[in-house]
């Protein structure tokens, strides 16, 4: 069956899932007349928000569930969601050339102030932190996923006294595969920190929202294997699939508890059994 779906074209706001402010606009579909759940949609606060969760994502999500459905976005080419497409890759020879000028990167810096030496040279090797050239400063940090396959690297400036992103007069944050302005570029992100899976052993593995958090809590709790998804509005099934039969602990950031809960009943509520334990602000996943 087809669908005909874009964004909602009327005034009508709703509650965003992860800022709760009433700026979130749905995805519609025209042909039967219904507004996709409530999660499917796109804030338009895009630099203080920035959640999105796509329609192509969302079927994307049903047909790795079993749900054989397809769509067609209003204007946009036909997509088969059916057919998937094959992740392009960054070369191992630009992932490399970023490994150096530690000296010059702030986020190293500020992890200066908490950790020493070795502990520091362990965390950047772990989780193949490198330095980018496009703002003095900055970091990359890999997304490499459980075959060791560079899917895109995240650009972003932080403060190295206080480790703060810096924003300013604009966001700090950029893509790699952006850059590098590469054609017919298709992109499919993974956890940060997947690459660490196939050496994890037993270790349970734990789940935050940003890249920053997984290093520091490497740090501080190495027992663990930390992962990040980057924001939770990038916490999808196909992304979490890799971590099956693992026992696995989801901690949102401050205020993102009831949206966390909420999008994994949704997402996971045919393939998934989780729980919530009182004693931690996590979610638990088996």
Request: aromatic share 14%.
């Amino acid at each position: 069956m087809e669908y005909t779906i874009t964004l909602d074209k009327s005034s009508r706001k709703f509650l965003c899932p992860a800022c709760q402010k009433r700026r979130f606009v749905r995805y519609y579909d025209f042909e039967k007349k219904q507004y996709l759940p409530e999660i499917v949609g796109r804030c338009d606060r895009e630099v203080k928000c920035g959640y999105h969760y796509s329609v192509t994502e969302y079927f994307k999500d049903q047909h790795n569930l079993g749900k054989n459905i397809s769509f067609k976005p209003l204007l946009k080419k036909s997509i088969d969601a059916g057919r998937p497409v094959d992740p392009s890759f960054i070369s191992y020879e630009i992932f490399s050339k970023s490994l150096i000028h530690y000296d010059k990167n702030n986020f190293i810096s500020f992890l200066g102030r908490l950790f020493d030496k070795e502990q520091i040279a362990f965390l950047i090797d772990e989780f193949k932190i490198g330095t980018s050239k496009h703002w003095p400063g900055a970091t990359v940090f890999w997304q490499l996923d459980n075959n060791g396959k560079i899917r895109t690297g995240k650009i972003m400036l932080y403060d190295p006294q206080t480790g703060k992103r810096v924003k300013r007069d604009v966001a700090y944050i950029q893509w790699v595969h952006k850059i590098l302005k590469l054609k017919n570029y298709h992109l499919e992100q993974c956890l940060f920190g997947l690459h660490q899976l196939p050496k994890a052993g037993t270790k349970h593995v734990a789940i935050v929202e940003s890249e920053k958090t997984a290093v520091l809590m490497t740090g501080f709790y190495p027992a663990y294997c930390w992962m990040a998804t980057g924001g939770l509005s990038n916490l999808s099934y196909s992304k979490m699939k890799a971590l099956e039969g693992r026992k696995i602990m989801l901690y949102p950031d401050l205020g993102g508890w009831e949206n966390g809960r909420r999008r994994l009943r949704f997402l996971f509520k045919t393939e998934w059994m989780f729980r919530y334990p009182a004693s931690l602000n996590s979610i638990v996943l088996h």
